[in-house]
C-alpha cells in the first residue's frame, strides 16, 4: 500500500504489524502508532518542532549514567510512571482475586503505591529493627515504627522493609560523587510484624534541573519540587510487594508534587519530641521526631482470607 494522504499513511504503518506473533507486542505498537499519528495531526506539528522533539529526546538519552536516569526523571514528571503504578496495583488486586482494595474480605486496604523514582540502589545492609539507619547523614533524628500486616489484619513476620530517603537538605547518596550507601536498609519485621528503626526526617527538594528534563519543566512554568517524603519497598512471600513513599504531613509541596506521587493514605504525621528517652528506651539529648505507619499487604490468592 502506497500512502496518499494522512489517513492511508497510519493504516500503512499499522498493516506492517502484520508480521509479528508477539500479540502484546502488536497491541502496544498498534495503540503508539495510532495515538502518535493522532498527537502530529491535532497539533499540525511542524518540521522544526518535530526536529526540536528529536534532539529533547537525544539530549534525554545522553543525560543518562549508572545512576542518573533521565528518561525516568521525564516519565515522573509527565505523571506516566503514576499512571503505570497505579494500573498495575490495580490488575494485582484483579489477579489475586481481589477485585478492589475494599472487597468484602478486605478489612483493611492495601497500602497505595507510588513511584520508586531514580534513587533506588539494590543491595542495601540489612539491618536489625531498632538500627539507625542514618549514621552519618545529615538531618533531624527520627523514629519510625508500625507493623506489617495482610488486608485481613493478620500480622506478617519476616516481612522485608527496604528502605532509602535523602538527607536532611533533600540530597541523596547517589548524588554525591563518589559516596557510598547512606540512610539505606533492609529491615525484617518480628514475629509480630512490627518493624521501628530511627533514620532522619525527609526534607523536600527539587528533581534535578541541570538536563533537558529541567528545561522542559521551566518552559512548562512548572516548579520541580518534590514534598518530603522516605521510600519504602515492603515485600513478604505469599503477598504482593508495594513500592511506596511515607510522605511528611504539611510539607512545602505536598500538593504539587513534581511528579504526581502524593497519595493522601500515604501522607504521616511527623509529632515532634524534646530531648529525652524515645520509645525504644534510646536517650536522645536533642529533639526528634517520630512517625507510625502500618503497612498492609495484599494476599497473593483469596484463599484463606474470605471470613
Known sequence: MTPSNEN???????????????????????????HLHAFVREVELQPGEWMQGIEFLTDVGKACDDKRQEFILLSDTLGASMMVVMLDQIRAARASGHAAADAPFAATPTTEATVQGPYYWAGAPEMPCGADIAQGTSGEPTFYSGRVSDTRGQPIAGAVLDIWSGDGDGVYDMQVEGAGMAARARIRTDAEGRYWFWSIKPSFYPVPVDGPVGRMLGRMGRHPNRPGHIHMMVSAPDHVPVTTHLFVAGSPYIDSDAVFGVRPSLIVDFEPHPAGAAPDGRVLDAPYWSAHYDFHLQPTSAQGTAP
Open 8 to 34: 492511508e499513511l497510519t493504516q500503512a504503518v499499522l498493516q506492517r504489524l502484520e508480521g509479528t506473533d508477539d500479540l502484546r507486542f502488536a497491541r502496544i505498537m498498534e495503540s503508539l502508532i495510532r
